[in-house]
Nanobody
Framework: QMQLVESGGELVQAGGSLRLSCATS????????MGWFRQAPGKERKFVAA????????YYGDSLKGRFAISRDNFENTVYLQMNNLKPEDTAVYYCAAYYGLGSALRTSPEEYDYWGQGTQVTVSS
């Protein structure tokens, strides 16, 4: 089992920035690709970004590249999501997730991920 704990979510004004963190334990972090998803009230969980085990590959959801950046620290067993120029439509619970994989192709469907955190709330006010 892998445990994932997100942090960093908070209330921020439109145009502001946040950095989310996801600390992991229980499994060899460097063997797992990592992803971020978000879910707004009454909506489906949507893909935000993913990063390969070695950080060589990243992939972003629609219209997010350029504002969001995913990164990881394999020594700290942590994945990050830097979010800039936040908009009210970015308001959601943000989840980090993991799947075992050493390839470069990245998964974007929630069903393809093995482990999940409990989520952290991001609220962007206008």
């Amino acid at each position: 089992q892998m445990q994932l704990v997100e942090s960093g979510g908070e209330l921020v004004q439109a145009g502001g920035s946040l950095r989310l963190s996801c600390a992991t334990s229980g499994q060899p972090f460097s063997s797992y690709a990592m992803g971020w998803f978000r879910q707004a009230p009454g909506k489906e969980r949507k893909f935000v970004a993913a990063i390969s085990w070695n950080a060589y590959s990243t992939y972003y959801g629609d219209s997010l590249k350029g504002r969001f950046a995913i990164s990881r620290d394999n020594f700290e067993n942590t994945v990050y999501l830097q979010m800039n120029n936040l908009k009210p439509e970015d308001t959601a619970v943000y989840y980090c997730a993991a799947y075992y994989g050493l390839g470069s192709a990245l998964r974007t469907s929630p069903e393809e991920y093995d482990y999940w955190g409990q989520g952290t709330q991001v609220t962007v006010s206008s």
